[in-house]
């Protein structure tokens, strides 16, 4: 292993600086909260006097130590509110072990095409194995999946979670499959809401950027509680409104490195006559002179740039509510309820949609002179006599791009109920049994820029008439023959001055409907099982079954055909129907055989309706040699069934850009050049197989004193049988044989089978089925810090610092493919770190915090790197995207006994991310942030 001054450089700075977000890496699962509101500074108080002691996470067991043989850690709502977050996700995506790779998602990463996020969803991935290999718990129990998958992965979107119902969020990043459920590959985040709360508190928040434009961020909630000794109930209400961020906001991100050589002005060519293609020139009433180029590969073109359309982060809005009732119907029993809805509206945006060979008839009316006189030109050099009557009859085909952004709006709604016996036995066990119902519905439409192929085509060549029939206007038919009008597009003039008409005949909404529904029971009983060698042996045991449903259903207007294999322009759809009904088995035992050395074996057997049955093991051991020492260590296997959106999935349209470095032989032989951008089809599998995982992880954690902690831990995660699509994969298996390879001279693929479309020797189209892949092996080390100070009468200092360094990323598509190590590749940064100084005094309560990236290597396409070089944003012989940190500060005062203000200020110095190439944006939203310095000031009473 080692260090570039980057990295030491950065850690260096945070150690010194700053301190951590999560309390400690031995922060575990805490007592209920108190039953009166209290301030934000007294919730945060941190002391070493006053640590609780607690129940391990990581285990069904009561009554553990708190440094268990798991690696767990909390963040609890004091951290949540000193952070100055207004959503869940604002919170969990900096932490060290959810950065890297692109498994952390949050709405920064969403748009309107199936390849991206789903408009205002997010998710928490752990190591960056993705998000349906993180097990998602609420109150430890499960949740329902959201109805749209972030491509083909199912996910539980954590903006459904109305962060003022948070009281904590515990993350267990290692593999609990024989405990939480067989798909527990990479560990678990379980959000537990608050309970037993007497009073009324209300908070409210305000934030925006220091820019010019208006990032605005509004929170608005409200907590009632009461209880007594038999009963309680807890309300809380939650709002949330967001401004959009778009590309355009910020000077990094405000133009492509490259512009799109496909714009509102096409560029024509009829492929036959003509040699060079032929647009609008500036002086012609074309497009902008800066916009105009002679010289491309295939003539004139006018770019446009695509990052004056394209959203950041889109406007949000979203209410959440939260209630909880609990009844002790006797001194044993409780009965215990929870409900959570929510529901939130969100946009997302993406470039406009690039049309390519669209045919339009040279006797379409819009036809301006100059360009007929240009094309007449053309067409002479090799053609010498050529009039313009002589392209009656042929199309002349158009390359260009839609005169708006894809835009497309999402409502979400979210349900879930949670109701449950527990029952305390006189024996000293604990017996619980609960059902867990929920539900997501959502609906998507378009807002712009979804234009019909077929309808499209045809009025950019005459063919549709004003009833909505067809003619063929190249073979002489005309509308006008039988009565009618024909529709025609105008593709000139930058295609703003189009007939209502013509618009209501070919732009859609293509709305896409979804719906998930979870129906769980479980049971669950733990306590003293029995004495071995004079010592307690404790137990958990259990038991669960559920019933998953999912359908994603897209518009009529959006399923792809084999003779319309695009139904709208540059668009992708998605769809999926499917169920499956689990059932498992679980225990656990805590087994100390002697003072200072235990272990914990747990096992779980899974059975599901589709992919079969399945036990998974697991050991850990605790292992202390002096009171200031602990070992720890533990091995687990893991099951993930396909998700639901695999196993249901149809024919879903998505897009991807071919890497001619990767694969040259889908570039005619150029590792040079640009790859063809495929609107592609991804196609379902029944013959998918489960997925297989095996983890193991060795650490410590030393105490010397109630003022210093220290723990670090070793981990390694082996995942095989991936299921999922890899496209340079695909296309160097296809071209060997593997699947079928049509020029599309000798004609097309059809819908829903697996191959490729080339011509000219680029592929072109490509038809890719969800495979199981080879594997993926990742191991890293997690180093977590605690320090505090006693500074007597001016209060009390802590300072806290986390880091998590990638030693591999190992990924293989297939049996023949080459390995590759992600580790410090594009968008998998080898360290990232996160540290706070925190201070706390009296009514007053101030914390700095650093977070650092460190660099990796960048990913542009040849031409895209040598625009950049050509445009002094690189120099020659650039690889690396930089390594990035930044400052965050927070400042509260209780001006009374219950009541407090707030400042909030992420990205202290206003620092600008680093460029990455490898993004359209050229930033990596992944692992970065183009929103800038942002100062949230929230006030809160509690009544």
Known sequence: MSYSKNDLRGVLALLVGGALLVPSALAQEAEPSTDEPISVAAQNEES?????????????????????????FSIDRGDIVETGAGSLIEVLKDLPVTGGGRGTFSTSTAGALSGDTPPGAASVSLRGLGASSTLTLINGR??????????????????????????????????????????????????ILRDDFNGFEVQGSYGNSTAETDEGKLNLNAVWGRSDDRQSILLVADYYKRNALFDRDRDFTANSVRPSQQGFFP???????????????????????????DDGAFGDFCQVNTNAFVATDDELESIGIMGAYKLRVTDDLTWFNDLLWSTNESNGTSSPANFSRAPVNPENPFFPQSLIDDIVEEANIDNPGTIYDDFFGFPIFAWGKIPEPRAVTVESETLRLTSGLTYEADNGWTYEAALVYGQNESTQRGLSGL???????????????????????????????TGLVTLWYNPFGGQTQQDQAVLDAIVTQAERNGESSLLQFDVSASGDVFMFNGRQVKGAFGAEVRREELTDTPSGDAVATTDNPDPIV??????????????????????????????????RFDDDSD???????????????????????????????????QTGAGVRLTSFRVDCEITPEACDGDSTADGESLLSEEIGNPDLKA??????????????????????????????????????????RALAGEFTVIDIADGTLETGTPGLEVDRGFVTDAHIPLTNLGFQETSGLDVSATQYFDLGTRGELAILADAAYLFEFERQASADAEIIDEAGEFTYPELTASARLRWTTGPWRASLRGRYVSSYKDDPSPRVLAAAITNGLVSAGYEDVDDWLTFDASVSYDYGENSFIQLSIDNLFDEDPPLALGTGANVDHFNHSSLGRFITLRVGHAF
């Open 48 to 72: 070493p006097q006053v640590l609780d002691r607690v129940v391990t996470t990581g285990t069904r067991i009561k009554g553990l130590a708190e440094d268990g043989a798991v690696q767990a």
């Open 142 to 191: 499960r949740a329902s999946i959201t109805a749209f998958a972030q491509g083909q992965e199912n996910f539980i979107d954590v903006n459904a979670i109305p962060l003022a119902a948070i009281e904590r969020v515990d993350v267990l990043p290692n593999g609990a499959s024989a405990i939480y459920g067989a798909d527990a590959v990479a560990g678990v985040v379980n959000y």
């Open 267 to 293: 560029s024509f060519n009829d492929l036959f006559l003509m040699f060079n293609d032929q647009t609008e020139e500036p002086q012609d009433g074309g497009c902008a002179a800066d916009d105009f180029f």
């Open 451 to 481: 234009y019909r192929t077929a309808e499209f085509e045809d009025a950019l060549l005459g063919n549709l008439c004003s009833d909505g029939s067809r003619v063929d206007a190249l073979a002489g038919d005309r509308c006008e023959d």
């Open 570 to 603: 540059g668009f992708s759809s998605t769809s999926a129907d499917a169920d499956r009904t689990q059932w498992a088995a679980f225990g656990e035992l805590y087994i100390p055989l002697s003072d200072n050395f235990d272990i914990q074996l747990a096992g």
């Open 611 to 645: 992919f079969g049955s399945d036990f998974n093991p697991k050991i850990a051991f605790r292992y202390a040699p002096a009171d200031q020492l602990v070992l720890r260590g533990n091995w687990s296997t893991s099951f993930r069934a396909p998700s639901l959106a």
């Open 691 to 732: 997925e297989e995982a095996e983890s193991w992880s060795l650490g410590f954690v030393f105490e010397p004193s109630r003022n210093f902690n220290l723990s670090v831990d070793y981990w390694n995660i082996r995942h095989e049988d991936l299921v999922g699509i890899d496209e340079d994969d695909f296309i160097r």
